[in-house]
T-cell receptor, first 114, second 111 residues
Framework: KAGVTQTPRYLIKTRGQQVTLSCSPISGHRSVSWYQQTPGQGLQFLFEYFSETQRNKGNFPGRFSGRQFSNSRSEMNVSTLELGDSALYLC?????????????FGPGTRLTVL | QKEVEQDPGPLSVPEGAIVSLNCTYSNSAFQYFMWYRQYSRKGPELLMYTYSSGNKEDGRFTAQVDKSSKYISLFIRDSQPSDSATYLCAMFQTGANNLFFGTGTRLTVIP
């Protein structure tokens, strides 16, 4: 079974631009969660989508948004990029919603904001 | 204060050594505890999953939870160069929607 895939793997943007990241979950998984990983803060939860609905959102500004499609694929959008948005963005998929089901992570998208 | 604290290391040990990795946490409601391993340029992968207090062993890996001290540990016996990675602790409480992670400890096992 194919794992979680994320595209693109690397991205370089400049301040003020916007970016869209994509995540394809493991087949059959309906939940997708997004995390931001930085050396100082570690993994921080952004949001979770289940059956096309956002179930939970972390403590990030409204510039960070996402959506999920009927095939469970998810996209994350960051508008008006800031230097501090440079990070590894990870998505994780699981069968069910919430934290109880094991989350399987993708390789991440490395975003650099110049 | 962060919910989960983890020493970032780095930690370097010789091959065959016993490695001890630790996390402390502040939320006494946390009941599920996990250890993830993350290789360079890869996403985290689940290594161990324990519920409440006690020990759990899986091959060379032992996870320990001490809820009274709000302290969890991962022990790696007979460490191998292939164990070189960043180890992240994660935890959540019953009914939670998301995991809380430590910042990760980078481990290098020297042949």
């Amino acid at each position: 079974k194919a794992g979680v895939t994320q595209t693109p793997r690397y991205l370089i943007k400049t301040r003020g631009q916007q970016v869209t990241l994509s995540c394809s979950p493991i087949s059959g998984h309906r939940s997708v969660s997004w995390y931001q990983q930085t050396p100082g803060q570690g993994l921080q939860f952004l949001f979770e989508y289940f059956s096309e609905t956002q179930r939970n959102k972390g403590n990030f500004p409204g510039r960070f948004s996402g959506r999920q499609f009927s095939n469970s694929r998810s996209e994350m959008n960051v508008s008006t990029l800031e230097l501090g948005d440079s990070a590894l963005y990870l998505c994780a998929s699981s069968l069910g919603a919430g934290a109880t089901d094991t989350q399987y992570f993708g390789p991440g998208t490395r975003l650099t904001v110049l | 204060q962060k919910e989960v604290e983890q020493d970032p290391g780095p930690l370097s040990v010789p091959e065959g050594a016993i490695v001890s990795l630790n996390c402390t946490y502040s939320n006494s409601a946390f009941q599920y505890f996990m250890w993830y391993r993350q290789y360079s340029r890869k996403g985290p992968e689940l290594l161990m999953y324990t519920y409440s207090s006690g020990n759990k062993e899986d091959g060379r890996f032992t996870a320990q939870v001490d809820k009274s001290s709000k302290y969890i540990s991962l022990f790696i016996r007979d460490s191998q160069p292939s164990d070189s990675a960043t180890y992240l602790c994660a935890m959540f409480q019953t009914g939670a929607n998301n995991l809380f992670f430590g910042t990760g400890t980078r481990l290098t096992v020297i042949p």
